[in-house]
């Protein structure tokens, strides 16, 4: 299995360009969840899902959006990527069984806006 | 409203010594807590929760509801232990993790 899946790896991206961030999983997890990563400040949930075709806002929802087509991707979109965007960003996933509250993490995505 | 704080941005330690990482909340509930650990490379991974009150890699940690802290302890550490170290609760239900800003552990050696 290769769990948890992030593409691209990197991008730069400048002001005002739009993207989309992949993320897969192949543990038919039911939740699926956005961070991003900044100094200091931790990780931040941006969006997550309960299931497939649910959507709801995490801590800093502001500037991005998603989707949750099939359950095994959720989708991560700048319409109109700003520089306070710059930093990395990472997807999980987790169990709907039990009380299983791991959540696993990909690799991530380094984003830069310039 | 839910918050985990880290007051130590770095630790620094000499391999052997004993190392603490501070972890406090603020939860008006009863929190499942949980440190998460990055090393170089490598993705974010669960080192262990209090619900288990397991040892994983040497490392302890004992929720105390009256101080509503969650400290990492290894009595003795070694250069692999280097990484940084997330401190994250979760609330009933378990959907949603708030994480602290992160320690970075340094061992020397």
């Known amino acids: 299995n290769a769990g948890v899946t992030q593409t691209p790896k990197f991008r730069v991206l400048k002001t005002g360009q739009s993207m989309t961030l992949l993320c897969a999983q192949d543990?038919?997890?039911?939740?699926m969840y956005w961070y991003r990563q900044d100094p200091g400040m931790g990780l931040r949930l941006i969006h997550y899902?309960?299931?497939?075709?649910?959507?709801a806002k995490g801590e800093v929802p502001d500037g991005y959006n998603v989707s949750r087509l099939k359950k095994q991707n959720f989708l991560l979109g700048l319409e109109s990527a700003a520089p306070s965007q710059t930093s990395v960003y990472f997807c999980?996933?987790?169990?709907?069984?039990?009380?299983?509250?791991?959540?696993?993490f990909g690799p991530g995505t380094r984003l830069t806006v310039t | 409203a839910q918050r985990v704080t880290q007051p130590e941005k770095l630790l620094s330690v000499f391999k052997g010594a004993p190392v603490e990482l501070k972890c406090n909340y603020s939860y008006s509930g009863s929190p499942e807590l949980f440190w998460y650990v990055q090393y170089s490379r490598q993705r974010l991974q669960l080192l262990l929760r209090h619900i288990s009150r397991e040892s994983i890699k040497g490392f302890t940690a004992d929720l105390n509801k009256g101080e509503t802290s969650f400290h990492l302890k290894k009595p003795f550490a070694q250069e692999e232990d280097s990484a940084m170290y997330y401190c994250?609760?979760?609330?009933?239900?378990?959907?949603?993790?708030?994480f602290g800003a992160g320690t970075i552990l340094r061992v020397k050696s």
């Open positions: 999980a996933s987790k169990d709907l069984a039990g009380y299983s509250y791991e959540q696993y």
């Open positions: 994250a609760l979760t609330g009933l239900g378990g959907n949603k993790l708030v």
């Open positions: 543990m038919n997890h039911e939740y």
């Open positions: 899902s309960v299931g497939e075709g649910t959507t």
